[in-house]
T-cell receptor, first 114, second 113 residues
Framework: KAGVTQTPRYLIKTRGQQVTLSCSPI?????VSWYQQTPGQGLQFLFE???????NKGNFPGRFSGRQFSNSRSEMNVSTLELGDSALYLC?????????????FGEGSRLTVL | AQSVAQPEDQVNVAEGNPLTVKCTYS??????LFWYVQYPNRGLQFLLK??????LVKGSYGFEAEFNKSQTSFHLKKPSALVSDSALYFC???????????FGTGTRLQVFP
C-alpha cells in the first residue's frame, strides 16, 4: 500500500512569489491535514480537510490556503511568500471519520524562500 | 487548551542502556496520545499511541510508553537503545474528531556506541 506522497520534495522561491504543494493521501483515506515545521516554531497545524471541506484551521495568515479534491488529494498554496515561510511542509492522512487513530505523514516538501 | 511538553531538548544514552524520553500533557477530557520519530530530512513516522486500555503501550522498533493519568505523563521507553535509534522524537495529543495534532517541541535522542 503506497504511503502519503508529497510533491515537490524540494523547491526554492523568492519573496513575493507564490507556491503550490501537493499531497496524495493513502488510498481510502479521506482526511488530509497539513503542518509546518520550522526550527523556531516546531510543528504547527495549518489546516485539515475531510471530504473536500475544511474541518479545522490553525493560526496562520490568509496567505496560507488549501483545498481538497474529490479523490482526496489535497493542495496547499502560499501566496506572497516571505522569508519566514521557509519550512518543511508536512501532509498527513487518516481514515477521518471520528477515528482516534494515528496520522500517516508524507516525507514533506522543503520550501526555501530567498 | 490542549498542550504537550517535552522538557528535554536532548537525551544522551549509551548503546545497550535503557532510554526514556519524557512527555507530559494537558487536556480536557480523555487524551489521545501519540509518539512519532523523525529521521534527518524525512517525514514523521508513527511509533505508538494511547487511546484507551492498558497503560503500557507497545509500539514499533521495541519502543513502549507508559500512560500515567495522575501525573499526566506519557513517557517513551526502550529497554536497550541502539545507535540507529538516534533521531528526533515528538510527543503529540490529538483533539477528538479532528486530525489536529498538537506536538511537543521534540527531543533529540543521541545513542552513543
Amino acid at each position: 500500500k503506497a504511503g502519503v506522497t508529497q510533491t515537490p520534495r524540494y523547491l526554492i522561491k523568492t519573496r513575493g512569489q507564490q507556491v503550490t504543494l501537493s499531497c496524495s493521501p493513502i488510498s481510502g483515506h479521506r482526511s488530509v491535514s497539513w503542518y509546518q515545521q520550522t526550527p523556531g516554531q516546531g510543528l504547527q497545524f495549518l489546516f485539515e480537510y475531510f471530504s473536500e471541506t475544511q474541518r479545522n484551521k490553525g493560526n496562520f495568515p490568509g496567505r496560507f490556503s488549501g483545498r481538497q479534491f474529490s479523490n482526496s488529494r489535497s493542495e496547499m498554496n502560499v501566496s506572497t511568500l516571505e522569508l519566514g515561510d521557509s519550512a518543511l511542509y508536512l501532509c498527513a492522512s487518516s481514515g477521518g471519520t471520528a477515528n482516534t487513530g494515528e496520522l500517516f505523514f508524507g516525507e514533506g516538501s522543503r520550501l526555501t524562500v530567498l | 487548551a490542549q498542550s504537550v511538553a517535552q522538557p528535554e531538548d536532548q537525551v544522551n544514552v549509551a548503546e545497550g542502556n535503557p532510554l526514556t524520553v519524557k512527555c507530559t500533557y494537558s487536556v480536557s477530557g480523555n487524551p489521545y496520545l501519540f509518539w512519532y520519530v523523525q529521521y534527518p530530512n524525512r517525514g514523521l513516522q508513527f511509533l505508538l499511541k494511547y487511546i484507551t486500555g492498558d497503560n503500557l503501550v507497545k509500539g514499533s522498533y521495541g519502543f513502549e510508553a507508559e500512560f500515567n493519568k495522575s501525573q499526566t505523563s506519557f513517557h517513551l521507553k526502550k529497554p536497550s537503545a541502539l545507535v540507529s535509534d538516534s533521531a528526533l522524537y515528538f510527543c503529540a495529543v490529538r483533539a477528538y474528531n479532528t486530525d489536529k495534532l498538537i506536538f511537543g517541541t521534540g527531543t533529540r535522542l543521541q545513542v552513543f556506541p
